[in-house]
RNA sequence: GCGCCCGUAGCUCAGCUGGAUAGAGCGAACGCCUCCGGAGCGUUAGGUCGGGAGUUCGAAUCUCUCCGGGCGCACCA
């Protein structure tokens, strides 16, 4: 597995009953380039690349195969070439092949044929793939409000689901939750020690805020304060009491960890309420969970000894003797030269010489879980109610009655890149104990941090060192209280788009203005942290995240809402429009010359949806689909521009540009939906 | 010291398994509403793809090396 966003075999992917316009032409032209190989020059070649050419003059798919071939046939690539094309014959939905350049063979659709093709891909048919996947996402330390590097997390994370469920796979959404680290230790330090609360006062804190919600008194903002104040607690007094206070950290965590005391139950309330707030603010953007699994019980059930006991029989873990790791059961790390006899100072310790376990050791037992290997089961509890699903939580004594979770055959970590190590070894461990096919489909979806530009920390009121004024960009830090909160940012997207709407006297009524303003928020964030390709910093600006205009969200919503225009004015649906069209004879006329370039090239864009739905789960990336989206509203745009639909008078070259728009729509919706993006009526 | 990532237009970023004249958005300059809504469209300016070497018919893409930046390398999570 590749470190960061692994590949995986595309057969296994079940798209082979999806509707697939250029995938099938293409797979039509290298069959009949294969037989023309075989036949002519006697070879059989792995692999025939047929790209797609950089402009359509080129045709629209071609192949250099005989620049490949020079040597072998020791002539040159342009003779090949001819002797290619003149064996080809004819290729169904082919109109031609011919040579080009120095020796490019390109291949002309038979562009009515491929309209129609186009035309009639169906609208998300939901072919089931048999592959069942598991994607962790979110997982935010329940101790303080999620921030802008939390949403693009839970965005790539729900958009890559969506993904997965439009290529047919069933899908489970987990988000795991560390409810017994530091982190919560720290707010709990905080609320004991600084603030002075006993549990009684913790509940009426956390009930008090759920009135007040509207009033900033929110929890987790109430503990995104005390969690930085509880850090520079830790290093504010002399170095006596700083020990001192380290000691109390480490007390507290012992304790929570215990369970079944007053601490732990502190941890347990505000662990809870702060949860809670996240889901909240992640259901703001239409992000949804089928299961919270959470540390407290893969102690208490212990998942670890199930694990520790396999990893041992089968020889992953070794007892160390000597050197620095004296005492403790360590693994190999990934790449080690293997020495036998040899001292592994470099080994990863799984258990400490002290007998807990570390990060990686219950990482594997969670792991084992997912993948149905362990041979222990959470117990489960109804947690949050969605409109159509309920999400549940793990408890140590669950319900009698619970759906499934676990036992996956692919798993997908949307973590952070520096999480890589960690990852690696936890694949390391899997492969070690002979779970070869999990681990090659136990995939880090990795994925970069998000900064702030110096300019956007200091309009934030920060103070930024001289010397981080001419960086690129600025690290958030939860422990320092600084960042940008999800949901400031969400509300200033909404007051945005509100005054947007507002000023444009978009939508009927109240209700709709605030749904249409909520929507084009939506799009404009979700868009901006998929644009980006994972392993790119995201250097965030509010002057950038609040732009509605160029590539964003808000400018592909237009091109629906434009198209949607038209059928209104137009008094007719779509699906209608596609009906007659299907009936239309002579269609050549109108994909011929300079004039329909254009048209053509966007019914070609239009054909690529299941083309870029394969790429972009073969690499775990979806900013091709945002680019995808946002390149078919820029050829959609473009033709809206240059053919005015409504007052065209040929009736049949009207039904042609109607299809054209239909399925430009069609395509716009979908692509949009899978992005977890709505579709406004107007704006 | 070891490992991973990044360096492409003034700025922010695309560039698919090496392939045809290196693209987009923003910003800049100038245009386009008697016509399906201008959150739009068009034109112009702007790049020795960090430097060098190599592999190849062909390199932004692969290899090596150097420079510059980021992040990992805990008996933390």
């Known amino acids: 597995m590749a470190a960061a966003g692994g590949r995986i075999a595309l057969e296994n992917q079940g798209f082979l009953r999806h509707p697939r316009v250029y995938l099938e032409l293409q797979q039509r032209l290298r069959a009949q380039l294969r ?48 002797e290619i094309v003149a064996a080809l014959g004819a290729v169904d939905g082919f109109d031609g092949f011919e040579v080009a350049g120095a020796g490019y063979i390109n291949a002309r ?52 689901v969506r993904l997965l469920r439009a290529a047919g796979q069933k899908v489970d959404v987990q988000n795991y939750i560390d409810n017994t680290g530091v982190q919560v230790a720290d707010i709990v330090v905080g609320l004991i020690h600084l603030e002075n609360k006993t549990v009684a006062e913790v509940r009426a804190l956390i009930a008090e805020s759920d009135n007040h919600a509207a009033d900033g008194e929110r929890i987790d903002y109430y503990c995104w304060d005390l969690y930085a104040r509880t850090s520079q607690w830790y290093e504010q007094g002399s170095d006596e009491e700083n020990a001192v206070r380290k000691q109390l950290r480490y007390a507290t965590l012992h304790e929570i960890e215990q369970g079944s005391n007053e601490t732990a139950e502190i941890a347990e309330l505000i662990s809870t309420a702060v949860l809670k707030r996240h889901l909240e603010t992640m259901l703001r953007l239409d992000i949804e969970y089928d299961f919270l699994p959470r540390e407290s019980e893969i102690l208490h059930l212990n998942f670890w000894e199930a694990a520790f006991e396999q990893m ?39 258990v400490r010489s002290n007998g807990t376990v570390t990060y990686v050791g219950k990482d594997i037992a969670y792991h084992l879980w997912k993948f149905g290997l362990l041979g222990k089961d959470f117990g489960y509890k109804p947690f949050f109610t969605y409109s159509d699903h309920e999400c549940w939580i793990s408890a140590e004594h669950g319900d009698e009655t619970h759906p499934h979770f676990g036992g996956a055959q692919a798993t997908y970590n949307v973590i952070d890149v520096r999480q890589n190590d960690p990852q690696a ?69 909404i007051a945005a788009t509100s005054a947007e709407v507002e000023a444009r006297q978009t939508g009927a009524d109240e ?94 864009r239009a054909g690529r949806r299941t083309l870029v739905l394969e790429q972009c789960i073969a690499s775990s990336e979806p900013a091709y689909l945002a680019k995808h989206a946002f390149q ?16 065209e008078e040929d009736p049949a070259r009207k039904t042609f540009l109607l299809a054209t728009a239909a399925v430009a729509l069609r395509e716009l919706v979908m692509a949009l939906s899978w992005l977890g993006i709505e579709s406004p009526e107007s704006m």
Request: aromatic share 10%; net charge neutral; proline share 3%.
């Open 35 to 82: 037989s023309v190989l075989t036949a002519k020059y006697d070879l059989e070649l792995e692999n025939i690349p047929i790209e797609i050419p950089p402009d359509l003059q080129f045709g629209e798919l071609a192949t250099p195969i005989a620049f490949e071939l020079a040597r072998k046939l020791r002539k040159s690539p342009k003779i090949i070439a001819q």
């Open 109 to 160: 659709l038979d562009r009515a044929a491929g309209v129609r093709l186009v035309a009639g891909g169906k609208s998300l048919a939901r072919v089931a793939s048999g592959l069942h996947s598991l994607v962790e996402h979110t997982s935010i330390n329940p101790n303080k409000a999620a921030h802008i590097g939390h949403l693009r997390n839970a965005i790539l994370g729900d958009t890559f």
């Open 312 to 350: 041992k029989q089968k020889g992953v873990l070794y007892f160390e003797n000597e050197g620095k790791n004296k005492g403790c059961w360590v693994m190999r790390r990934p790449g080690a030269e293997v020495v036998e006899g040899a001292l592994d100072e470099d080994a990863k310790v799984i």
């Open 425 to 493: 070894n936890l694949v390391q461990a899997l492969r070690g104990m002979g779970f070869v096919d999990q681990a090659d489909h136990c995939i880090h979806f990795g994925y970069e941090k998000v900064a702030l530009t110096p300019r956007c920390a200091l309009d934030l009121g920060y103070e930024i060192a001289q010397e981080d004024l001419d960086s690129p960009y600025i690290l958030v830090s939860g422990r320092k209280g600084f960042g940008v909160k999800a949901d400031d940012l969400i509300d200033k997207l």
């Open 511 to 604: 209700n709709e203005r605030r749904l249409i303003a909520k929507q084009i928020a939506i799009g404009a964030l979700r868009y901006f942290m998929l644009k980006f390709t994972r392993n790119s910093v995201i250097a965030f600006d509010f002057k950038d995240a609040l732009s509605f205009e160029g590539e964003t969200g808000p400018y592909i919503q237009y091109a629906v809402v434009r198209a949607r225009n038209i059928f209104r004015k137009a008094g007719i649906n779509p699906q209608t429009v596609l009906v007659e069209f299907a009936e239309l004879t002579g269609i050549d006329a109108y994909l011929e010359g300079e004039a329909a370039q254009e048209i053509w090239a966007l019914w070609l």
């Open 632 to 647: 078919l509203a820029q050829e959609f745009n473009n033709f809206y521009h240059k053919h005015h639909i409504l007052t």
